[in-house]
C-alpha cells in the first residue's frame, strides 16, 4: 500500500544531542511538510518542500533543518534539541491539485515522538 | 486570534449518542474544510472535506460548513467507542495556498 513512514516511531536523545528524523513516501507526492505537534496541541507546521523548493515557516527555529535528497525522501534535523523541543513530529505529503474544488489532500506518517532527557 | 478555533473538550458521551463538533475560523478566503481524525500516539488520517459552503454525508459522519458565520461541524451519528479518538478540522484557500490551518482537536471519548 502507498504510504508515508516514518522512523524512528520513539526516538531518545539528550539535551544538545542532534538527533535525525527521517520520513519516506511511497505516493510519489511533490510536497512534504513537517509539523511539531504537542499535547492538546494542532499541529505546528516548520516547513516543507515543494519538489526541490525548502520553504521555512518565519516562526521555525533555526535549530531545525531539513533535507530532501529525493522526491520520497525527507529529514528533520534538530541540531541541538532542548526540553521545549520534546513533542511529536509528524511528517506529511500531498499533492496539489490547484483551483476548482479538488482538495489537496495531506497524508500523514505515523509520527516520531521524540523524548529530550 | 488564531485562524482556527476549536474546543478541545475533552467530550464524552454515551455510545449511540450524536454528536456534534464544531470550530470557527476568521480568514474570509478558506474554501476547503477538512475534518482528520487522529488516533492516541498516530499521525491524524482525513476524514472527510467539503468545499465552500454546505453539508457532506459519508456514512454516520456529516460534514457542515456556513461560510456566511464562519462555522465548520462534524456531526457523529450512533457513536461507536471506536469512534474515541481527537479530531481535528483544517482549511486552506486552496490554488496556490495549499499549506492547512488546524485547530487544536477535540479529545473525544466514546463509553460503551
Known amino acids: 500500500d502507498a504510504m508515508v513512514i516514518q522512523n524512528p516511531r520513539y526516538q531518545v536523545t539528550q539535551f544538545g544531542k542532534p538527533v535525525t528524523l527521517s520520513c519516506s513516501q511511497t505516493?510519489?507526492?511533490?510536497?512534504m511538510y513537517w509539523y511539531q505537534q504537542k499535547s492538546s496541541q494542532a499541529p505546528k507546521l516548520l516547513f516543507h518542500?515543494?519538489?526541490?523548493?525548502?520553504?521555512n515557516e518565519a516562526d521555525t527555529p533555526d535549530n531545525f533543518q531539513s533535507r530532501r535528497p529525493n522526491t520520497s525522501f525527507c529529514f528533520l534535523d534538530i541540531r541541538s534539541p532542548g526540553l521545549g523541543d520534546a513533542a511529536m513530529y509528524l511528517c506529511?505529503?500531498?499533492?496539489?491539485?490547484?483551483?476548482?474544488?479538488?482538495?489537496?489532500?495531506?497524508?500523514f506518517g505515523p509520527g516520531t515522538r521524540l523524548t529530550v532527557l | 486570534q488564531k485562524e482556527v478555533e476549536q474546543d478541545p473538550g475533552p467530550l464524552s458521551v454515551p455510545e449511540g449518542a450524536i454528536v456534534s463538533l464544531n470550530c470557527t475560523y476568521s480568514?474570509?478566503?478558506?474554501?476547503?474544510f477538512m475534518w482528520y481524525r487522529q488516533y492516541s500516539r498516530k499521525g491524524p488520517e482525513l476524514l472527510m472535506y467539503?468545499?465552500?459552503?454546505g453539508n457532506k454525508e459519508d456514512g454516520r459522519f456529516t460534514a457542515q460548513v456556513d461560510k456566511s458565520s464562519k462555522y465548520i461541524s462534524l456531526f457523529i451519528r450512533d457513536s461507536q467507542p471506536s469512534d474515541s479518538a481527537t479530531y481535528l478540522c483544517?482549511?486552506?484557500?486552496?490554488?496556490?495556498?495549499?499549506?492547512?490551518?488546524f485547530g487544536k482537536g477535540t479529545l473525544l471519548t466514546v463509553n460503551p
Open positions: 480568514n474570509s478566503a478558506f474554501q476547503y
Open positions: 506529511a505529503t500531498s499533492r496539489p491539485q490547484g483551483s476548482g474544488g479538488s482538495i489537496d489532500t495531506q497524508y
Open positions: 483544517a482549511a486552506n484557500s486552496g490554488g496556490s495556498n495549499y499549506k492547512l490551518t
Open positions: 518542500y515543494y519538489d526541490k523548493d525548502f520553504n
Open positions: 467539503t468545499y465552500s459552503s
Open positions: 505516493l510519489n507526492h511533490n510536497v
